[in-house]
Every structure is written in C-alpha cells, then in structure tokens.
C-alpha cells in the first residue's frame, strides 16, 4: 500500500533569475544508512545526519572530478568529534561516541546542542587534487550544526547563508531527513533579502515539513512569487571508500617497529574501517609481506 520513498536527491535552484543560489535535498535513507552502520542512538542519529546533510551540499558546490570535502565538529559535548567526507553526492561519516545518550530538551526536541556541545571548532577541509587544500575554520556557535554551517559560511566564505537542517528520528528510524542552504549573490537586492527573512520560519522546521509534501512541492510553495527554476538534481547516497589497498596503506604508514609487533604479539591485524564498519583482516604472513 505505500510507495517506496524517492531516492535522496539534491536539487540546485535559482530565484530571482539567478539573484539567490538554493541548495533544497532530502537524506533520509543516506541517513538510515549511517544509523543502521553505526547503531545510533536519535540524538546521534540527529546529529550525524545534519552534519552529513550540510557536508553534502559543500560536496555538491566542488566540481572538480577528483574534488571532496570533509567536515569535522570538534565540540565539548559527550559525542566527541564527528566526521562527514562527502564526494559529491556521495557521503560517509562517524562520531566517536555514537551511543551515548541525553535528556529531551525542554520543548520535547532532541537535544543535538547539548550532544555536541556549546564550544568548540568547525573544520572544513577541501581537497582540490594534486595534494592541494583549503581548510576552513569557525567557533561553534550553537552545536546545533545548521547554524554553525551558517556562520561557517559567512565568517569564512564571506557568503551570508540561511541553513535549516533536519532530521525527524523515531526510535532507530528515520522518518525524514534533509536540508535547505539559501544564498543571496552579490548584487542582490535588499526587498528579496527581505522576503526570504520574512518566510524563514516555514523552513525551520524542515523535516517534518517534508513530512507533508516532497521537496519539489515545497520549493513550489516556499518560494512562490520568486521564478524557482530547477537547475540541476544530483542523487545521493552513503557510500564508502575503503578498500584492502587503502587499509594495507594504512598499515605501511604504522612503520616497519610497530608492524613486527603486530606479527610478534598480535597473530596479524584486524582493522575496522570507521565509516562503513568493514572488518579487514591481515594475516602474519600478509603482514611480513607488507614490511618487505
Ligand atoms: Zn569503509
């Protein structure tokens, strides 16, 4: 009787004839992934999602074929540091407690601030290819990630942003999961600045919004009256990277002292991937191998 939900999807969209950039995508099986893999508790579940939602829609801005980006939340809070890499459409993250858990908030919201913490650091690493970088760096604000992908953009960017990231979470399932980013460009005129301030509160609550209509719908309804065009869709999805090449690097770069002991004390190596939870298992042998 119910129609299997749509593929995740970024939509890019232009307002104004092109006088405000919108990024507008659904997450949620990209994010029912990343619970199932890490057996979140819902704010982690939270938490983890908006952070890969936000990282997406920098992932989708890079255009270069071998281009990424990793976004770090360093916070004081009891999740510890979270990690989204996003290749495009494509995402993956981990947190380094993602089982802990915390009271509701007042208003019966998942406390994703208090999980994360009040202080703390943003890191946006962009991976140009050919070993170039830029890396980006904000104070939290909030820890409730949207607004610290807000200011990110303004403080570092210098591009004024409103971001609404979502995630409706029940028990282990995602119900909705996605995200809004609007940018006014240079040149555009106060009135339409204006307009959108005065629709922001129909964003904030954006998950449960989509919980009504799809994203196409709520583009149409959100910004009548502003010639929304669709400009370009991207699917999205979780996916890792890993490989028993990338894992037998990892062992090599450990040095030739620590690998003898591995073979000495340890029978051979098992490593777990971070993101993805692949298990990748090196035998004494395989490991003499690697040191010659
Ligand atoms: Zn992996």
Known sequence: MTNKSPADEMLQIDLCSGQVRVMLCETTATV??????????????????????????LGIMMKGENESVTVQIKGDGPIGSLTAVA????VRACADFPHIEIPLREDGKLDVGGAVGHRGRMSVIKDLGMKKQYIGQSELVSGEIAMDFA????????????????????????????????????????????????RSPMFADISREMTFAPIEQLC???????????????????????????????????????????????????????????????TTEELAGLIR
């Open 151 to 198: 200011n990110y953009f303004t403080v570092s960017e210098q591009q004024p942003s409103l971001v609404a990231l979502g995630v409706l979470v029940s028990g282990e399932a995602v119900l909705k999961a996605g995200g809004l980013l609007i940018q006014p460009l240079p040149g555009c005129p106060d009135e339409i600045i204006d307009q959108l301030e005065l």
């Open 32 to 57: 029912q992934k990343c619970a199932d893999i890490h057996e979140t508790t819902p704010v982690c579940t939270a938490a983890l999602g908006r952070l890969m939602t936000g990282t997406l829609m």
């Open 87 to 90: 290749d495009h459409g494509d």
């Open 220 to 282: 149409e309804d959100w910004f009548r009256g502003m010639n929304p065009r669709i400009l370009e869709r991207t699917p999205l999805r979780y996916r890792c990277t890993c490989s028993r090449e990338r894992m037998e690097k990892a062992l090599i770069s450990l040095g030739r002292k620590d690998l003898q002991s591995l073979i000495d004390e340890d029978q051979g190596a098992e490593l777990v991937c971070h993101f993805c939870r692949s298990k990748y298992h090196f």
